[in-house]
């Protein structure tokens, strides 16, 4: 039973730059969450996806976007990059799209912005 | 603003000693849920507790909540060398459509041997 995978696991990018980070929720999840977590700190919702929709967003730029895919896997694409977007990037899973349930992590992007 | 504090910011003990961490929220919620992550990786889910529990158990773990303080506590007792990790607290918050953790900054548990 393959649980939450995401890649690349380590990226290095510049200022300006643009990344696609990918993410293949657990078996028979179909509501996937990105999160920003920064060294030293807790995960940072930014939204999530279900049935290919963005349901609830946090508190970051349009420049975070994202996508979901009929096989339930996601993509979070960050524009024009900041040295503040260096961070771990986490996809967590759940099933159902509501809340009330654990969600399941991968272990996560590790991006660094020169 | 962030809604789990967890107190303390870092713990330190004995192997086979407990470790006890504390996490304060601010608004209603529909469950909280505790988390734990080894450097560098993602986080594991330990366990939830739902709005209208007051304590709950699963293996050395016992989480407790007190909704009119608005906070809860996870135990660990006989603690190993293997929970040493960061250990965060997620609030699930009443009324929201979707499932939106919020997490806290973590407490830093260090077993020594």
């Known amino acids: 039973d393959a649980g939450v995978t995401q890649s690349p696991t380590h990226l290095i990018k510049t200022r300006g730059q643009q990344v696609t980070l990918r993410c293949s929720p657990k078996s028979g999840h179909d509501t996937v969450s990105w999160y920003q977590q920064a060294l030293g700190q807790g995960p940072q919702f930014i939204f999530q996806y279900y049935e290919e929709e963005e349901r609830q967003r946090g508190n970051f730029p349009d420049r975070f976007s994202g996508h979901q895919f009929p096989n339930y896997s996601s993509e979070l694409n960050v524009n024009a990059l900041l040295l503040g977007d260096s961070a771990l990037y986490l996809c967590a899973s759940s099933f159902g799209g509501a809340g009330g349930q654990p969600q399941h992590f991968g272990d996560g992007t590790r991006l660094s912005i020169l | 603003s962030q809604q789990g504090e967890e107190d303390p910011q870092a713990l330190s003990i004995q192997e086979g000693e407990n470790a006890t961490m504390n996490c304060s929220y601010k608004t209603s919620i529909n469950n909280l849920q505790w988390y734990r992550q080894n450097s560098g990786r993602g986080l594991v889910h330990l366990i939830l507790?739902?709005?209208?529990?007051r304590e709950k158990h699963s293996g050395r773990l016992r989480v407790t909540l007190d909704t009119s303080k608005k906070s809860s506590s996870l135990l660990i007792t006989a603690s190993r060398a293997a929970d040493t990790a960061s250990y965060f607290c997620?609030?699930?918050?009443?009324?929201?459509?979707?499932?939106?953790?919020?997490f806290g900054q973590g407490t830093r548990l260090t077993i020594n041997p």
């Open positions: 507790i739902r709005s209208n529990e």
């Open positions: 997620a609030t699930d918050h009443r009324g929201e459509g979707a499932q939106k953790l919020v």
